[in-house]
């Protein structure tokens, strides 16, 4: 029973855990609402590993259901695409564009750290975690249903506070278009099965470089929204470019990637690239955001953050071992 339990459990609470706390996003004090934030994270992390491993749609699937995540959270949730002063933050000023009713630069990098950090990098850790079920179904169906449901009632209790909060509520136009591309993302993501090929027959590349592959581009992301305008002093449209250029090479380069035989050390070497990002940047933001004080707590979760990422590796060589071995022996 704990043994079935455990993969379920550490991504329910990884998921916040990198997205809000390691992020930096949220300081160490309101930790009292992790549950919330696994509710919303956790739950919509698990469901998304879910759906694409029984419909087989693998990582398209994953980083079309974590856009849909991004845009409901974003979009309906906390409306931060929407509202021009969430958080005393000012989000939308750099690059508003009226027909949109949201800043593009915001829009883009809002969408992208939800695909990423929000569901891809916590997804990918926890399969490394637990190897050998990496490839297996991890909830029944009634599983499923309760977390859509904490789901949907986390994200409602998020839309209340947000409202009560700021008294902003997104027009109805706003809200109707992100419903149609929330429903365009799910659609796309349950006919990614169909565009997967055979049985690959080249292994992935080497380790450190797909280490490389996940550090680079998503310190380019951050970096880019982080130092772009404050210290680089560009205009909204090179950062809306770099961030496109950014996202479309990255996604070429794991559409020629998925086809070959990824290992779990594969996995691994490509998850703590993308985690060593937020494990940079999150002190940055944490410092901005919350201050000094915050920063001996946010050290906390940075820490358990790398103890994951050191029993993932583990787990990761153990499970590279083992096939290796299975390998060897139908060989001979």
Known sequence: MLKGLLPILSLFVLSPLVAEYLSGSLPAAMITILPLMAAMYGSAALLIREIAVRTRGGWPAIVLLGAAHGFVEEGWADQSLFNPDYQHLRLLDYGYVAALGTGLPWLIYVIAIHIVW???TPIALTNC?????????????????????????????????SYQSSHFFATRGELVATGIVVAALVVLALLAPRWRMG????????????????FVPGALLVGTVYFGRSALHLAW????????LVGAMSAAAMAVLQHRHWSSTHYFALTAGLMLVYLVSGFLTAFTLHGAADLPGHSAFALICVAALGLAWRASACATGRAGRDLEELRS
């Open 237 to 244: 449209q090179p950062v809306v470019a770099i961030l496109i």
């Open 199 to 214: 049985q690959p027959s080249v292994d992935a590349p080497a380790a450190p470089l797909l280490f490389v592959l996940g």
């Open 118 to 120: 929000s569901v891809a």
């Open 129 to 161: 975690l637990f190897a050998a079920r990496r490839q297996e179904p991890w909830l029944a169906r009634w599983g499923m249903a309760l977390f859509a449901l904490l789901y949907f009632t986390s994200s409602a209790a998020v839309a209340h506070f």
